[in-house]
C-alpha cells in the first residue's frame, strides 16, 4: 500500500524543515487579520477557560491549518495535533524548537501559574 493511501500518516520533517513550518505559522500568527481575529476571540472568551476553548482555540487552529497544509498535513484539527506532536518530538533535541514552540503556545494559551510542587499535601497549598 503506498504512503499516499494513508492519509493518517504525518509528513516526515526534519528538525530544520519542522522549525521553518514553525517560523512560518509564528509568522501566521502576527499578521494583522489573524490578529485581529486572535483578539476578538480574546475579549469574547474573557479570561473564561472554557470560553478560551470556545472562541480561541478553533481560530488558532485554523490559522495553524492555513500554514502546515501547505506541508503535507490534513487541514483539519488532526492535522494539528500530527504537527503538534512533531514539533514535542524535536523540542528536548532543538533548544531553539522548544522556545519556538513555547512562543506558540503563548499566543493562545492564558497564561498558567501552577502552584510550587510540593506545596502542602494533597495537592491543597498551605496558607
Not at 59 to 81: H, N, P
Amino acid at each position: 500500500m503506498a504512503a499516499s493511501a494513508q492519509p493518517s500518516v504525518p509528513p516526515a520533517l526534519s528538525a530544520e524543515q519542522a522549525k521553518a513550518v514553525l517560523a512560518e505559522v509564528i509568522k501566521a500568527f502576527g499578521a494583522p487579520e489573524n490578529a485581529q481575529r486572535m483578539e476578538e476571540a480574546r475579549d469574547n472568551a474573557c479570561n473564561d477557560m472554557g470560553k478560551m476553548l470556545q472562541f480561541l482555540l478553533p481560530v488558532a487552529t485554523q490559522i495553524q491549518q492555513d500554514v502546515i497544509k501547505a506541508y503535507g498535513f490534513s487541514s483539519d484539527g488532526e492535522g494539528v495535533l500530527k504537527f503538534a506532536r512533531l514539533i514535542k518530538s524535536y523540542e528536548s533535541q532543538d533548544p531553539e524548537i522548544a522556545s519556538m514552540a513555547g512562543k506558540l503556545k503563548a499566543m493562545f494559551l492564558p497564561p498558567m501559574t501552577l502552584p510550587p510542587h510540593g506545596a502542602g499535601t494533597g495537592g491543597v497549598a498551605a496558607s
